[in-house]
């Protein structure tokens, strides 16, 4: 497997969510047991098609001037930025989806949160782009990064009682990801 | 009808979200004229229903601690203040399904926005209670509120399809209203 660019999981600073303050989100979304066995057959669904969720996610993007002026520079997307998040974007799907949510997870989340905010916007890539991606379309995304895979997880067969446990696992899972990667957007001890 | 204490819809200050935004927001969201029709038909299928979804919910919060307290004052639950949000929440499940989303509905939203973060909790109800509710947990509320209301969906008989896409409108709604909702907890020009 080639090395994703950018692509830290184990190799990054601490974040300031506890695990006890995971565990309490975790039970403010419903997230149990079952929903962590429902996320690894989600993962073996869709390991094989991560690049067309990516493939439809982009178009939405790209389709959206309000979205794509994320990734542009002086108006024009930038190509290398997109492809080197696209190819981190595949790995979290994979992620969400198998990691254990311990503390390197957490710490990782963080990374990321870093990065959508004007904290290390660009800095990965090493890129010419506007400084931030405002908060509200972070938590906006909640909705067709949840809705589009429901197609995906119908995909190969399996019954509808266990498509749809494994769509309200990655919802749950993709609401806890969210609020963790907006961290830095919130006002001090208002998180 | 008796009044709802504290319900102000029409009468409060304006939003620092314009029309604008919301629209941008709505299209992120994919929030379309076929979701405001389904939100009509939600509001005609729950308006009987309001008290049960509000029992559900407030099971929800009242056995779990780290929520309750967000209602209490030195340890207690403060049922004068629970019992008068109540009435307000409920109005909102008809708000959300019926209300046009035109600048006096964001206004409303912005107050009550106000009202979950230290600008204005506890005023409205004249109550002792935290003086704010975290971030975190009105984020990761979209997850209960959306997944609780289909069964109160499915209950009068429509059609599978129809249920589903009733229930997507809710989804978006609810995320929309939650965007809102967290803005006076956004750090300066990062909304």
Same mark, same amino acid.
């Given at each position: ?9 184990g ?11 995971l ?55 930038n190509? /290398?930025?997109?492809? !080197? ?10 992620? *969400?989806?198998t990691? =254990? &949510? ?12 870093l990065?959508h905010?004007s ?26 990064i ?17 498509? /749809?446990?494994?769509? !309200? ?10 609020? *963790?990667?907006?961290? =830095? &957007? ?6």
């Amino acid at each position: 497997m080639e090395a994703i660019k950018g692509y830290s999981y184990g190799r990054v600073s601490q974040s300031p969510v506890s695990l006890t303050d995971l565990e309490l989100l975790k039970k403010t979304v419903m997230f149990n047991a079952e929903d962590e066995q429902h996320l690894k057959m989600a993962a073996d669904v869709l390991r094989d098609q991560t690049s067309e969720v990516l493939d439809m996610w982009y178009g939405f993007v790209g389709s959206n001037e309000h979205l794509i002026q994320y990734f542009a520079h002086n108006g024009q997307p930038n190509m /290398e930025y997109l492809t !080197a998040v696209r190819a981190r974007f595949k790995q979290w799907i994979m992620d *969400l989806c198998t990691k =254990p &949510y311990d503390q390197e997870w957490l710490n990782y989340q963080h990374e990321v949160a870093l990065r959508h905010h004007s904290t290390k916007k660009n800095k990965t890539d090493n890129v010419q782009s506007v400084p931030i991606i405002h908060y509200r379309y972070i938590v906006a995304f909640i909705f067709p990064i949840t809705a589009t895979i429901r197609g995906f997880l119908s995909k190969k067969g399996l019954d509808g009682e266990t498509i /749809e446990k494994m769509h !309200a696992a990655w919802f749950k899972a993709v609401t806890l990801t969210v609020i *963790l990667w907006t961290y =830095p &957007y919130i006002n001090k001890n208002e998180f």
